[in-house]
């Protein structure tokens, strides 16, 4: 199953389409595997072909070293031959044998670490097309992964409750999510969307969330792996372990710092949560029920709204720490696309809430 949480300015959730849009959907997706099938012979080309270039580098080696070995031979023999003589002829032969030497030594080491150079470069650029081809096929991997997720949408049916947190400051905001999930007979993955800001462009990481797991009452484990990491968008995919059989209640809690900076800086915000698989309202929804809790800091009396008047909200209510409470709750929930409105003045915040 996929959650789709949206900020202000969001494009909608990752819902499946309409039969139309789904046709076309998967045609771009046969024209992208077919580009990336092309993609990928082109890097084990030429993967192969430098890896081809730098194997010879080293069967010519040893020909500058027998060089100098002949001409040290010769050098050596020619001052023997010239140990016996007197005058200057003598010692300038020696001075140019021994120049010869030097520079043939210079020369050998200049050759040598060029072609070292040279397969060190050889080696890096077939690492980078490498790990080019590993990051395609890294993709191809977890795109298979939310495929295989994806048909488990249809097997079990869920009730949710949603706490947001809105903190005085950016490190102040919390997401508390808590699922009673019931299989129709069994559950072992399936995939969700964190709630996050996308005020501004920003690059989403589960790492930078501090998004963590709780599963009652067995205390099974939940493995949460990123699916899709990019600008104002993350989804992730759990893993149950062991599978879900029965009714199992389980919470992710995690922190999206920032998510609430407009309502601090401007006095109102907004939320929006698609829950369409069909990609329009009215269509089939896994979920039973659906409540969110909107925790505001102390201060001026908040405003919660939804504005197609979809479900029932509470007036807001002080907490005993003085921050406020709204609570908004969908008894029958139907596939639809929920926008909520919220504002809270910015002057006089009071110090309760997170």
């Not at 005020?199 to 699916?227: H, S």
Request: proline share 6%.
């Amino acid at each position: 199953m996929t959650d789709d949480p949206v900020r202000p300015g969001g494009a909608g959730g990752d819902s499946p389409d309409s039969p139309v849009e789904e046709s076309l959907r998967r045609a771009a997706s046969t024209k992208d595997h077919l580009a990336k099938e092309r993609v990928d012979q082109e890097l084990r080309r030429r993967v192969e072909q430098r890896s081809a270039a730098v194997e010879p580098a080293g069967r010519h080696s040893l020909i500058v070293p027998v060089a100098v070995a002949v001409v040290l031979s010769a050098a050596v023999l020619g001052l023997t031959l010239l140990r016996g003589g007197d005058g200057l002829a003598p010692s300038l032969l020696a001075a140019v044998a021994m120049a010869c030497l030097i520079f043939l030594v210079v020369r050998y080491w200049t050759t040598y670490y060029l072609r070292r150079v040279r397969d060190l470069q050889a080696q890096l650029a077939t690492a980078q097309d490498e790990l080019g081809l590993a990051h395609t096929e890294h993709r191809t991997y977890l795109e298979a992964l939310e495929r295989t997720s994806e048909r488990e949408r249809s097997v079990f049916t869920e009730e949710l409750e949603i706490e947001l947190w809105i903190g005085h400051d950016d490190e102040g905001d919390r997401v508390v999510e808590r699922r009673v999930t019931r299989p129709e007979q069994l559950v072992s993955n399936r995939t969700m969307r964190p709630i996050v800001p996308n005020d501004e462009e920003r690059l989403v990481r589960l790492a930078d969330l501090g998004f963590e797991t709780r599963r009652e009452p067995d205390g099974g484990m939940i493995t949460v792996l990123p699916l899709q990491e990019k600008v104002n968008w993350l989804k992730v995919w759990l893993v149950f372990d062991p599978v879900l059989t029965t009714p199992t209640e389980w919470t992710a809690t995690y922190r999206p710092r920032g998510l609430w900076r407009p309502l601090r800086q401007h006095g109102r915000d907004q939320l929006i949560w698609d829950d369409r698989p069909g990609g329009a309202s009215g269509t089939t929804t896994r979920l039973t029920t659906m409540t969110v809790s909107f925790r505001f800091p102390g201060g001026t009396t908040p405003t919660v709204a939804e504005r197609h008047l979809f479900g029932e909200t509470t007036a807001p209510a002080r907490m005993p720490d003085g921050s406020w409470e709204v609570v908004w709750r969908d008894r029958s929930p139907a596939g639809r696309r929920y926008v909520w409105d919220l504002t809270q003045p910015v002057a006089d915040r009071g110090q309760g809430g997170t």
